[in-house]
Nanobody, 129 residues
C-alpha cells in the first residue's frame, strides 16, 4: 500500500523558518511527482510546490516563490519543503501527495489541478506572534 506521511508542522513566528518532511512507505519516489498542498480554514486547497523526481521539473505557486523550496532525498525516500520568511497567511494544514506523472503531462498542471493519487494526513503550520 502506498503511503506518505508528513511531519514537521509547528507554531512559528512571522519571518521564521520551518522544514516539513514527507516520507514514503510501500514505494520509492524514483519516478513520481511529489507535491506539497495546503488548505487554510475557509479556503480551497492549493498546490504550494511540486516536483517531478524523474526530470527535476519544479513548480511553485506565486505566493511562495522565492520563500519555499521543495527537494528530494532519494537515499532517505523523503521529500522536504523548506519554508523561509513565513507569513501569517502561510498558516494552513500542509499535505504531501505523490503520483506518477502521466504521459504528456507537466508537473505544473498536476500541481494546479491537484491530480495526485496518494495523500498524507496533513501537518499543521501556524505562523503567529
Amino acid at each position: 500500500q502506498l503511503q506518505v506521511v508528513e511531519s514537521g508542522g509547528d507554531l512559528v513566528q512571522p519571518g521564521g523558518s520551518l522544514r516539513l518532511s514527507c516520507a514514503a512507505s510501500g514505494f520509492t519516489f524514483d519516478d513520481y511527482a511529489i507535491g506539497w498542498f495546503r488548505q487554510a480554514p475557509g479556503k480551497e486547497r492549493e498546490g504550494a510546490a511540486c516536483i517531478s523526481n524523474s526530470d527535476g521539473e519544479e513548480y511553485y505557486t506565486g505566493s511562495v516563490k522565492g520563500r519555499f523550496t521543495i527537494s528530494v532525498d532519494n537515499a532517505k525516500n523523503t521529500v522536504y519543503l523548506q519554508m523561509n520568511s513565513l507569513k501569517p497567511e502561510d498558516t494552513a494544514v500542509y499535505y504531501c501527495a505523490a503520483d506518477h506523472v502521466p504521459p504528456y503531462t507537466v508537473v505544473q498542471a498536476m500541481c494546479v489541478r491537484g491530480n495526485f493519487g496518494s495523500w498524507g494526513q496533513g501537518t499543521q503550520v501556524t505562523v503567529s506572534s
